[in-house]
């Protein structure tokens, strides 16, 4: 009910005056049908009783019964019409709402818990239609039952125990017609994660970055196979609730068109006795054909609903969950770096039942300064960045930005003092120029735009390329039609790094600079160019720089490297060589590695 109530609240912000027209002609069509069986009843009871003089009352009647015909036809495309323009207008709000509720997600927790996940997704399936669509099936209920109560009352006029044989022959079909709406959401929630995983295969096979891979390692068949093994579960669980809907149906319209036989049959006695008219038999015909057509009608438009009621729910679930961090009622304001930033004995996990990412990790970074942090895969250095931004809240201890604790303060404000190239940075389906903008929105002006595509040595490849700055890098949008499409350009992996670097570069006077394998595809020049481009853009600023090459760290101020959650060594470059510890052994590993000597193994 809360969700009808809310698909209708809805509704009514999205489109008033749609609605109210369409609430209208919904009771039009439940109308003019009744009108017009009546109007078939007068009209043939006076053609057959009144062959005298019948012609002033034939007219009227017969006018009266051509205006409802156009009027009758007319009306299911004007409620198609107000039906597909309410819809339209509440997708459009509905679609405002879930994404405003998803900018309330300022961390990365909730995109990643996969419950939530399931729910978004099917939120941005259905969410969109189903309010609209509740809506124009709630009004068709409305409309089937007035016109069922039309039809009703007309029949309790020739005997009173009509409307009481036709309501309850129906009421067999609504019984099944229900049972059957629960077991169809029951079985689609149960088919739920199977058409998933169908569709992730589908997706799978056709993806262009698994391409490669599928290719290589034949695996195709495979996923093939699979993805025809979960549609074949999908398609036995369908079938076996066909099966249930045709027996159901069957018995439940067998006993519905049992009872109409029965009173059509008594109808023509009566006739044939004189106790009703001819025209009292159309009457009874059609209004039985009538309430049996609305029950069909309504009890279609409450499945309809059931299922779009279900999908609102995880509409509903999203729109209405409270954002991701414990957000300050008043934040402080987040002033240019001045002391530095300050990790207090930081643990982290990324949920309970999780590991610690971190486990009591202390460092100050004082401003200007840069700060290396170091160590094996999964060690926690990526969960050091992202804490640092804000993406997710410490569980213990505190970041501290000049001493204020950064929960204390807006997320958006302490972001905007923040450039990063993250190691899993975006690839955007938009034009170079737009690729390198995103970074400082609004504001990029083409001067600036090329100046941190030079900076970041992307400029000599990007005027090479077809439209240069204006170059869609994009395999699915194109411009124009399908003839003269102006196809996409593919980059290289490391052409792609340098339009990260840029974007980073374009954001300008930021205090904290974070940089996690800013140079990971780039070639050996590259990397060296990049690395001196970017210690200049340092110059001032406080920076965070990760790296598994271990040698365009060496200039860090101070380098942490971490094992396991824990920060096990800290020093400068040189203290930690002095110190012979794990930091010496990853470098001297690497060096040798370089100078072509054997590895060591320990
Ligand atoms: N989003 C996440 N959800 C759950 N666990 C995560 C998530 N991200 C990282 N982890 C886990 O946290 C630990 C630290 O990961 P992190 O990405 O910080 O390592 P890293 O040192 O940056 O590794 P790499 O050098 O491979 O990038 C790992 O055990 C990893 O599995």
Redesign the pocket.
Known sequence: MRGILRALGLTWRAARKHTCTLVVLNLLSALVPVLTTWLTKLLIDVVAHERDGSVDRVVPLGAALAAAGVVGGLLPHSVQYATKEVERRVGLLAQQRLYEATGRFVG?GRL?DPVFLDRLRLAQQHGGATPGVVVSAVLSVVRAVVMALGFLGSLALLAWWLPVVIAVSVAPVLAVELWLAKRRAETHWRLGPTERREFFYRELLTNLQAAKEIRLFGIGGHLRDRMTSERRKINDGRARLDRRELLAQSLAGFATAGCAGLTVLWAAVAAAEGRISIGDVSLLIASVVGVQSAGAGMMRDIARSHHQLLMFRHFLAVVDSEPDLALHPSPASVPPLVRGIEFRDVWFR??PE?PW?LRGVSFTVHRGQVLGLV??????????IKLLCRMYDVERGAILWDGVDIREMDPAQLRRRTGAVF?DFMKYDLTVSENIALGDLPGASPERITAASAEAGAHSFVTELPGRYDTLLSRIFFHGDDAQATRGVTLSGGQWQRLAIARAYLRGDRDLLILDEPSSGLDAEAEAEIHQGLTRYRQGRTSVL?S?RLGSLRAADMLLV?ED?RVIERGSHEQLMAKAGRYSVMFEAQARGYRGEPAEVR
């Open positions: 990365l990643e990324y949920s999780q990412a160590g094996r895969n999964g060690a926690g250095k990526s969960t050091v190691q990760i598994h971490i959650g």
